[in-house]
């Protein structure tokens, strides 16, 4: 089983470039969150979904948007690149009958210059 | 706002002791605690908490709530090097939302 699959691996952007952080799950898990993790600190939630068809914000949602058109993928956008959006990202998914249990992509390390 | 604080931040013991490592938590709709593990990549669960009181064991590892005092902690018994990385703290909210505290980042030394 592949579980959650996270592209690209490794990212540089320049300031006020565009791109699309990739997340697919193979798992028929109703539940996908977005969270970035800075040097040193916790996971930090960006949006979260509960279905196809439903996103809602996290923590930090500025500056970035998602959509969950699929049981399956759960695309990051990040519109205008800043350095502050330098960080780890990590894609995850969870079933509906143990919601609490997150499984993880590999991650994303987005780097903005 | 929701929080998860979680103490010490770091912590450097010798192999055989025993760790307790501390979490406490503000949240709206708290729904279960949660302790991750991670070492080199991406996290992976260990527990889920929902009643106080009742202690959840894995081999060496354990974990408690106390749902009156709004904390978790997770010991490890006879500590090994390969219990070196982040364990985190999460509270899963009634809205789905799942917060972590930032961690406390463990080395064994051999």
């Known amino acids: 089983n592949a579980g959650v699959t996270q592209t690209p691996k490794f990212r540089i952007l320049k300031i006020g470039q565009s791109m699309t952080l990739q997340c697919t799950q193979d798992?028929?898990?109703?539940?996908m969150y977005w969270y970035r993790q800075d040097p040193g600190m916790g996971l930090k939630l960006i949006y979260y979904s509960v279905g196809a068809g439903i996103t809602d914000k996290g923590e930090v949602p500025n500056g970035y948007n998602v959509s969950r058109s699929t049981t399956e993928d759960f695309p990051l956008r990040l519109e205008l690149a800043a350095p502050s959006q330098t960080s780890v990202y990590f894609c995850?998914?969870?079933?509906?009958?143990?919601?609490?249990?997150?499984?993880f992509g590999s991650g994303t390390q987005l780097s903005v210059l | 706002e929701d929080k998860v604080v979680q103490s010490p931040l770091s912590l450097v013991v010798h192999e055989g002791d025993t760790v307790t490592l501390n979490c406490s938590y503000e949240v709206t709709n708290f729904r279960s605690l949660l302790w991750y593990k991670q070492e080199k990549k991406a996290p992976t669960f260990l527990f889920m908490l929902t009643s106080s009181g009742i202690e959840k064991k894995s081999g060496r590892l354990s974990s408690i709530l106390d749902k009156k005092e709004l904390f978790s902690i997770l010991n490890i018994t006879a500590t090994q090097t390969g219990d070196s990385a982040v364990y985190l703290c999460?509270?899963?909210?009634?809205?789905?939302?799942?917060?972590f505290g930032k961690g406390t980042r463990l080395h064994i030394l051999p």
């Open positions: 798992m028929n898990h109703n539940y």
């Open positions: 995850a998914s969870s079933s509906r009958s143990l919601s609490e249990k997150l499984f």
């Open positions: 999460a509270v899963h909210c009634r809205d789905d939302k799942i917060i």
